[in-house]
Structure formats: structure tokens, C-alpha cells
């Protein structure tokens, strides 16, 4: 903080400022400015206004707002540098509100203060900044202004008395400028995608690193090899990571690079390690024979035959197909090829459409075959002769040979039929037959009998069969029969009762019934007694005997119906006997125990 300027000798009333100017100290060697942000003095601390009589004090340093000139805007003389005193008139000097030579200036409020008491001029050097080079620059102009670290802890520390103005506010930072845009690293992993005659099929990564300008696109460039004529080939940026180089000339050899772009500007291109030959890459051919082609294909005389054989390879592979080593009749055969199969059709086979077709794909130097059999097959044809080879008894023995034709395919069986000459009807004897002979059985005595048989294969039975020229008649012979002599199986037995009868307990009035059963040839009779005497046929019994089993029913047994009941089964070979106890019951009365 400034001290406070030593007191000046009074001088006379009337002496002009001029000798004020001569006895002020020399000028001390200019400070560095001090910064713009830097509080002004208090008010308290200005130099104070001479007396009536009294020469105005040097002071000893100005503060850095009154001294130093603003480099910049215009001087706004403030209102208190014109105000006057406030107990008596002064005058404002014309250096106080003079603009600095060098750059404008804000006077402060405390510069241009008046005095508190008394009429007092304030002499032009206090408030005016001094212009730099100019012969009325006083000596205040050129005393060293405070720091700024020794002013700020003054107007933090001390509060403005009233009256006198508030510091400046401090002005906010400035914004660190932005950051410069650059371009993203080179785009990563291209190569060869595809390629053929006229086009090249390439893909990449993006870069590694975009940073905050983002990513724009890329551009695909390409030279020829020997050249260094690079060419973008995309119009506009490509935003994905593929494209296709089209309309290229077969055999060129290109070189081919990409660039990411975006606000930065460009980034590294990343090229390929070797030029592009554009021609189709060569793949061995393959041809991918269906499954159930692999096997004999059998089709019937008169089908469409539509066979798909798909093979791959590149470029397109040129396909030959032969039947029997033998190029194919295209009158009867047709091939339709296209770049990844081959179709071999037939509108209606025949028997001599049979054989095996090869097929055969090559490109360039490469090859693959394929091979099918095709068979067409049709009904067979009769046997070629049947014959009677004997017939004794009731049995004819038949021979035939096999068929001339068998359809194109093997024989699977053989039926034989017989016809009666009386009736003419043809019935099956055998069918689904392996052999070339059978004997026929069963024949009807005097009958005169015709044969014939048909030949069958996978398709099924011939058309025609093949008759027997010769009939074979079933001869009567005189047979005398004399029926077997069976001795008859002696069934005869003595009864055995198989259920004995059990023993049964009744009630008065409530019927009940015995039972047993016997067995014994002839049937037994059967008779029932009660305590060894033959009931008969007393109304109160039933009597029943079906089957073996025999039941006796007592009706409403009364109380002389209890004893021992017998069953006796008797005939010519023996008897036998079963018997029981019944014990008839009185019916209990509730109403005679309580009397």
C-alpha cells in the first residue's frame, strides 16, 4: 500500500503552478504497466488538496489507473472530475479531462476527487494523465505506479468510505479456443473381396482413430500399374466399408488404395501390397451328384425324364455330356446349362434312351466327371414255351422257359393259371413263383385241365401269357374204399360226486336250498333223502339235476324240516352218496322278550 505523500512548504497565493513543476523531483525511470484488472486506490489515500496560500504536494507515486493511459478505448472522464468542492467553488482544470496521447483512459473517481473542506484549486497534474512527449507532462506522470498484487489486497481489505466509488468488477475468463480439426487415421485391413472379368469386389476396416471431426466417408482410388495417375472412382464418399469397382478392362492390373475423409481433411490412404489382375478367379469345378442319382435311376417306358445335376466352379465351366462313351443324340436327348447346373430332359423315354450318361465340367485346366445310369423298363413278355411234363393222380407237372423280352429289367416271378374245359374260366393256381416247374395238385377226377403262365418283373405281369398246347385229363380209376376200424373209447364210470353238499342253517318260513354236483356214464339217478328216508315227490322239495348239478329247494322249512338231507347217485356201474345237516331256526321276537 502507498504512503501517504510528505507535506510541501506553502508558497505564495498568487505563484502560478509553473514553480510547483520546478521544484517537483525529477522523473523516476518508467515503470511496467500495470495490469488493466489492478483496483484503484482508495480515496482515503490520494493526495490531499493545499490550503488556501499553499503550493499543491508531489506525490510521490500515482496509482496505475491515473498515471498510465489506456491502450485501447476512448477517455470517459468521469463525473467527479468535474464536480466541485463542497464547501466552495474550484476550478476544473482543462488537463483534467485531456485525453492521453498514447491510447484513452478512464480517469478513476479517487484522481479527480475534491477536497472535503475549503476552497482549493486542483491543480491539473492530479487528475490529468500525463501525455507521453508532451513539454506539459508534470512529473507525477513518470513517478513508478503500484503493483497490482500491492493495490488489490488495498481494495479487498478496505471498504470504500461513502461517498466514494465502488472497484471495478473483475472481467470473466476467455474461453480457451477450440480445438484444431484433423483427419482420421488411415482406414485398416483392405483387401480382395472378389473379382472377376470386368469388376473388383474390395473391403476394409474403419480407422482405428476418428477422433472428434468424425467420419465424412471414403474415397476409393486406383492406377494402373506403371502409373501413378491415381483416380477416385466414387463420385460421392462411400459410407460403407465394400465396394465394387466396376467397368474394368479384362487383364488390367490395378493398384488400389483407400482414404478415410472428414473435416479434417484426408487421412493416409491404405493400399494394397500388390496390384489387382482383373480377370475372374479360377475355381476347381465340382460336380454335386444328387444322392439318388448315385444309384441305377429307373423310369417306365413313355416318362418325362427331368434329372438337375448342379456343379460349381469359376468362371462359368463348360459342361459335355456323352451316353456310353458316345456323344448324345440330341434329337432325343436335351441339355440345358446354366452357370451352376445342368438338366438333362427327356419328353418320353424309350427302352433305347438306357445307358449310362456321363458328365464332364472343365474350366481351364481343371475337370470333374460325373456318371448316372438310366434304365427304362417296361412289362415283360411271356415265357417262351410251357409245357406238360406227366400227370398221375390228381397232379399235373408243368415246365416253361423263361421270357424273351424281360422289359429291361430282371424277372421277379411267374403266375400260373388252370381253366377247366367244361367252364373255361381261368383261376390262379400259384403267383409271385421263382421257378421254371410246378406241380399242380387237387385236380378233379374226369376234368380235362389247360395251364398257362405270365411272366412278371418291377413293372408287373406281362400282357400275354403262354399257353400249354397239350391238355391233361384226369383219368377215373376204380378204387375200392374200405373205411379204417376205429375201436370205441369206453366212457363208461361209477358216479363220483365232484361238490359235496355242505351243511345249512335256516329260519322258520324262509326257504333255502342244497346243492351238489356229480358226474358218471351213463347219467346216475339221482335221489334225495331225508334222515334215510326217500323224500319222492313231496310238494314241499324241488327237485332239480341239470348238467351234473343237483339242487334240492325246501319251501318254507317249517320246524320238523331240520335233519340229515342225503343225495344218492346211483347207475349200472356203482352209486355213491353225500349228505348234510339243516338246522331250521325259530325267528326271534322282539316283543315276547320284552314280556
Known sequence: MPSKPAPIKKAAKKEPAKKEEEKAPEPAPEPEPAPAEAAPAPAEEAAPAPAEGEAAPAPEAAPADAAAPAADGPAEAPAEAAAPAADGPAEAPAEAAAPAADGPAEAPAEAAAPAAEGTAEAPAEAAAPAAEGSPEAPAVADAPAPAADEAAPAAESETPAEGEAAPEEPKPP????????????????????DKNDTSVTIIWSQPEVIGVSGLDGYTIEICKEGTEDWKAVNEDLQKSCRYVIKNQTTGDRLKIRVVAVNEGGRSPPVALPEPVLVKEVADRPKVRLPRFLRQRYVAHVGDKINLTIPFTGKPKPVVSWTKNGEPLDTKRV???STDRDSILFIRAAERDDSGVYEMSVKVEDFEDKASL?????ELPGPPASVKIADVWGFNVALEWTAPKDNGNTEITGYTIQKADKKTGEWFTVLEHYHRLNATISDLIMGNTYKFRVFSENKCGISEDATVTKD????????????????????FTE?????????????TVGYSTKLLCSVRGSPKPKIEWMKNQMIIGDDPKFRQICVQGICSLEIRKPGNFDGGVYTCRAKNDHGEAIVSCKLEVKQPINPDAEKK
Open 174 to 193: 476467455t474461453p480457451p479456443p477450440p480445438p484444431p480439426k484433423e483427419p482420421t487415421s488411415a482406414p485398416l485391413d483392405l483387401f480382395v473381396e
Open 471 to 490: 391238355e391233361a385229363k384226369i383219368q377215373k380209376t376204380g378204387i375200392d374204399y374200405k373205411p379204417p376200424e376205429y375201436k370205441e373209447h369206453d
Open 334 to 336: 436335351n441339355i440345358r
Open 373 to 377: 445310369t438310366l434304365q427304362i423298363v
Open 494 to 506: 361209477a358216479p363220483k360226486f365232484t361238490t359235496n353238499l355242505s351243511d345249512r342253517a335256516t
